[in-house]
Structure formats: C-alpha cells, structure tokens
C-alpha cells in the first residue's frame, strides 16, 4: 500500500490521535488537517534518506505549524525514521518526542512550536543551497497562526525580493486558531493576492486531494524566479467526522476512549 | 596564498568594529566555510570592508533582524557557519526568541556578532546602548558568551569561534579603546587572562573596563595597594579556577563592566563564587538604569563606570 498516498495519509491520522491519546495532549485538529501533505511531500516528492537523516543534500522541510508535530511524527515513522511505537511516545517523559519538534528527532529539520519562525529557518536553507549551489528544496508549512506572525512576513518579503525558487510553502488554512475562528481573531484577508504582491507564485489547491497536492508541488519545481505558495483549502479536523470544523479539537485535549474508538472506526471505513 | 594578519599596535586607541572588518576579510580569503548575515548595519557594525572585498560571502536582509536570526539556522543546517551581525539591541532583544528557539535550541553553529554594546556606543543615546546583553545571552543554556578587551584579542577571539562548533554571542566595541594586548596574546575561549599580578585585590574586568581597570591597578600601586587585574573575555562558560584564584588568593573582587550590574558579568562572577570561594566583592557597571547620550569618553565618569570608579571600588574592599 506504500504507493497510495491517500492510505498513507490515513496512517499518518491514525497513528496522530494514538499518540495524542497516549499523552493525553496536543493539538488533533491541527495535525489531521495537514496529514494529507506530509504524506505527498515525505512519500512522493522530497529527496530524502531515513537511513541517513542529516544528510547534507536532502530535500528539507519544516513545521512551522510546530503544534501539529504528531502528524509529522507520525508520517516520519511510517517512512522508516524511527519505529512508529516510537511516534507514540508523543509528550511522554523521558522520549525525545517532545510536544513540540526538537532537532534532535531524527527527520526534525527545524524547532518550531513558537509559531512564525519557520519559514524564515526555510529560508535560510534555501539561501545556503543556492550559495552552495545545491540543488535541493526546501519546504515549509505554515499554519493561520503563523500567517499572523510578523517573522512571517519578513521572511516572506525576503524570500520574494531574493526570488528563491527553491522555496516552497504550502499554507494549512484551516480557518480555525487557538481560541476562535481566524475570522473574529485576524482575518488574514486574501492571503494569495498578499503574498503575490511580494513576488511569490501562488496557487490554489484542495489540501486533502493528494492529487493536487503533487501537482502544485511539481509546478512548483517549473517556476523560476520565484518561490512559490501554495494556498491549501483545508478542514480542521479533517478525516473524523466530530473533530471536522469544532474549535475544540484544536487542543491541547485529553481524549477520552470512547473518542479514540470512535475516531478509528471512522478512518478504518475510510 | 593567504596574507599575514596583521595586528594593532598596542598601546594606540582602536574601535574593535575596526578589528571586525580586518578579520572579517582576513578570514574570507582564509576560509570559505562562512557567511556574514547582515540587517542593513554592516556600515555600523564595522562589516563594510568585506562587503566590498567580498560581496558573494554577505547574506542581505535589510532591516528585519527577527527573519536573520531564524534564516541563520536554516544556513547553518547546510553546513555553513553563520556570522550574524547587528546591534546588540536587535541581535540580542528583538530577535531573542529566535537566537533561543531556532538557533540554541537545535545547537546550531551560529555566531552572533553584535556592536553597539554598552555606554561605549555613546552618542546615540539609551536605545542603541544595550546594557542587557550578557543578560539575555548568558540565560540561554549551552550558548558561549565572549566579550573581548581590545581589537587584537577580538581578531583572535574570532577566529576561535569560528573553530568552536555551536552557538556563540560575541561583543564588537564601537568606540577607540586602548589596545592592550600585542599579537603573542593567546586568546582561548573559557580562559581568563591575568594580566596583572597583585595580592590584595583582584579586579575582574571585559571588555572596554580591562584597559580602565590596569589604570585603576596603576594608580592604587602609587597608594601602596597591589591589584591583579584579570581579563574575563568569556563570560560564560566562565574560568571557574581563576575566578577561585582571585578570591582564594587575595582579599577581595571588583568585577567591572560596560553593562547593567543585573545579571551581568559580575553576577556570574558571584555565582561563581558563592558556590565554590564565597568572597568580598564590589560591582562597577551600570546601576540598574538606562544609558544616555554623550561622549564614549563622558559617559564613564557620568555613570561611575569609569577607572575612578574602579579605584574608589577597590579601596574600599582592603580597607
């Protein structure tokens, strides 16, 4: 099943809520959402190597989005960086899996979790690629939180100017922060036409079809001069039914059983 | 081939930013294992000469300190070392967070260069004057916090933190400051330099307050009082064996410093020692207040930071 994406993407929520369950906190909402991406960028289109995670030539990428982290545990377990009971660990004592990314996990190419600094430490990859002249990429996601970030914007300035076509980010707009809806918080506004007025390529995408997710990205790759940001229509949530769209389930929580039951039965349907 | 560096001559007054730009292009054509992030400064910072030697080795990001500092980490996850360079009020306040989370954090090898430090900024007043930096850098685990007496030891200091693999802070003075130290110095990253011997009192000084406080060494030697005088230039991790030679082996400490006495140098000095050589000690420093503008040369006496202050310190400790 390791070719299907969207299978993959169904472990990677699975395996999320588990670890989530175990610790009895974190951010589920967050983590679902972006599932699909992580399977696209990690099982498809990023040049990596488990077997060597600091290896200079990777492809890298960054959770700027820190508190979505059980999802990018999750997929680097299932990619071979460490056993997916390892991923499960999640927050626990004692585990390098800390509630927010720490370098030290292998396949962690950034701390994050203080949201806004990510797409500047992408940034900053993709500048010494192209001082290097090495061909890698680098992508980044970024979550509503981080849009509101002025590190962002600097950094998004910056990346325009310089024209880094290395550079990728894929914004999880899943239109639900911390404490209420982006909308009574921050409206972010038209996110694309802002960020195409500093230079970027944008593009349009569905955040859960795999398919578009892939195409984006290799569009990506065509584009010369520029970085490109891709603009994700997503559901908070996503995959389980009574988590999609409900403040709540952005976290941290404490999932009780039955929840985690219920949960499961419903992405093993899927 | 690569050229000899060539040092200052000792005794003469020299702005240690002048230092950064001659090891800076020094360095360039030595390795070409690092590059200088600047946020539109380097004319402040004392940068410029490599900026016109070597335009291909300067990362630029104009006025946005916070975006530098986290792109340092992702510059350093390809291999290369950054040299990050601002005023100490950016590099070491606003982008904070970003020094602690994105570079400290994940051990990164980032070296972050700051001018702008202390009184010694002068004219351009309290805001520019950051009095606070080994404060906010010395509480960050796991970072090493260097602050250099003179343009000669900076230059080795320099290059020394380019062979030391993790996070570093490093002063850069602005203003003239009497050289103190010739080119057989041996700077090595922990170790404090006694530069004067002396049995009564021990005056631990870094940066511009090393050469004020072989004055104040002078002058009590005319009162019949011995000074030693030691150059702390890494505030952290700091020479715990010199720091229990001081107190062990004469009768008090004067720690002095261009910085606020909360949490700064001296402090660390006497954290130091009240765990392992409880000693008498004084602090000269800035006393828990804000800068002013004014000549480099005026504000010492202003805010007692001066080699008098240094004097009156030390007198009061043997009496």
Request: aromatic letters at 6%; one cysteine or more; hydrophobic letters at 45%.
């Given at each position: 099943m390791r070719n299907d994406l969207n299978?993959?993407?169904?472990?990677?929520?699975?395996?999320?809520?588990?670890?989530?369950?175990?610790?009895?906190?974190?951010?589920?909402?967050?983590?679902?959402?972006i599932a699909d991406m992580l399977a696209v960028l990690y099982f498809d289109v990023m040049n990596v190597d488990p077997a060597n995670p600091g290896w200079l030539d990777r492809d890298r990428f960054v959770l700027s989005k820190g508190h979505a982290c059980p999802a990018l545990y999750a997929a680097l377990a299932h990619r071979g960086y460490f056993p997916v009971e390892e991923a499960k660990t999640l927050r626990q004592i004692g585990s390098i899996m800390e509630g927010h990314p720490d370098f030290r996990i292998p396949g962690v190419d950034a701390p994050s979790g203080s949201l806004g600094m990510g797409l500047s430490q992408g940034l900053g990859m993709a500048m010494g690629a192209k001082h290097l002249g090495k061909p890698f990429r680098t992508h980044v996601i970024v979550g509503d939180g981080d849009m509101q970030e002025g590190n962002t914007w600097e950094a998004i300035m910056s990346a325009g100017f310089k024209g880094m076509d290395n550079l990728v980010v894929i914004y999880d707009g899943n239109k639900l922060q911390g404490d209420a809806p982006v909308e009574t918080q921050l409206s972010l506004g038209d996110v694309a036409a802002k960020v195409s007025s500093f230079g970027w390529h944008t593009v349009a995408i569905d955040g859960h079809d795999t398919v578009a997710i892939k195409a984006a990205l290799e569009e990506a790759k065509t584009v010369k001069g520029k970085p490109t940001?891709?603009?994700?229509d997503t559901v908070k949530g996503k995959g389980v039914s009574f988590m999609e769209g409900v403040l709540y389930w952005h976290g941290s929580?404490?999932?009780?059983?039955?929840?985690?039951?219920?949960?499961?039965?419903e992405l093993e349907a899927a | 081939m690569m050229s000899e560096l060539s040092y200052f001559e000792k005794g003469k007054e020299v702005s240690v930013r002048?230092?950064?730009?001659?090891?800076?292009?020094?360095?360039?054509?030595?390795?070409?294992?690092?590059?200088?992030?600047?946020?539109?400064?380097?004319?402040?910072?004392?940068a410029k000469p490599l900026v016109g030697a070597h335009p291909d080795r300067v990362m630029q990001f104009g006025i946005a300190e916070q975006n530098m500092m986290a792109a340092a980490a992702g510059v350093a996850d390809t291999g290369l070392i950054p040299v990050v360079s601002t005023f100490a009020a950016f590099g070491c306040m606003r982008a904070h967070e970003q020094f602690r989370t994105a570079i400290a954090y994940a051990g990164r090898n980032v070296k972050l260069c700051c001018s702008h430090i202390g009184l010694?900024?002068?004219?351009?007043?309290?805001?520019?004057?950051?009095?606070?930096?080994?404060?906010?850098?010395?509480?960050?685990?796991d970072v090493t916090v260097?602050?250099?007496?003179?343009?000669?030891?900076?230059?080795?200091?320099?290059?020394?933190?380019?062979?030391?693999?993790?996070?570093?802070y490093m002063r850069?003075?602005?203003?003239?400051?009497?050289?103190?130290?010739?080119?057989?110095?041996?700077?090595?990253?922990?170790?404090?330099?006694?530069?004067?011997?002396?049995?009564?009192?021990?005056?631990?000084?870094t940066g511009v307050m090393v050469a004020r406080a072989l004055e104040a060494a002078k002058t009590l030697e005319g009162e019949g009082i011995s000074v030693r005088v030691v150059n702390l230039a890494t505030i952290k991790p700091i020479d715990v064996e010199e720091m229990v030679a001081a107190a062990t082996e004469t009768k008090g400490i004067v720690?002095?410093?261009?910085?606020?006495?909360?949490?700064?140098?001296?402090?660390?000095?006497?954290?130091?020692?009240?765990?392992?050589?409880?000693?008498?000690?004084?602090?000269v420093g800035v006393k828990d207040r804000f800068g002013k503008s004014g000549e480099h040369n005026e504000l010492p006496a202003m805010f007692e930071i001066d080699a008098a202050a240094i004097v009156k310190a030390c007198r009061a400790l043997v009496k």
């Open positions: 299978e993959i993407a169904r472990q990677i929520r699975v395996t999320s809520l588990e670890a989530i369950y175990k610790a009895r906190s974190g951010h589920p909402g967050g983590s679902l959402s940001f891709i603009v994700a929580v404490t999932m009780k059983d039955q929840e985690l039951a219920d949960a499961l039965k | 002048e230092a950064f730009g001659r090891i800076l292009v020094h360095e360039a054509g030595a390795r070409n294992d690092w590059v200088l992030l600047d946020a539109d400064v380097a004319g402040g910072t004392g010694d900024v002068g004219p351009d007043g309290a805001t520019a004057q950051m009095l606070e930096d080994f404060a906010t850098m010395r509480a960050i685990p260097i602050s250099p007496a003179d343009a000669n030891e900076f230059m080795q200091a320099f290059k020394a933190i380019l062979d030391h693999e993790g996070p570093v850069i003075g602005r203003s003239p400051t009497p050289v103190v130290y010739g080119a057989d110095h041996d700077f090595k990253i922990g170790k404090a330099h006694r530069l004067r011997e002396g049995k009564d009192v021990t005056v631990v000084a720690t002095a410093e261009d910085h606020n006495i909360m949490a700064g140098m001296g402090s660390a000095v006497a954290e130091c020692l009240a765990e392992h050589a409880p000693a008498r000690m004084k602090f």
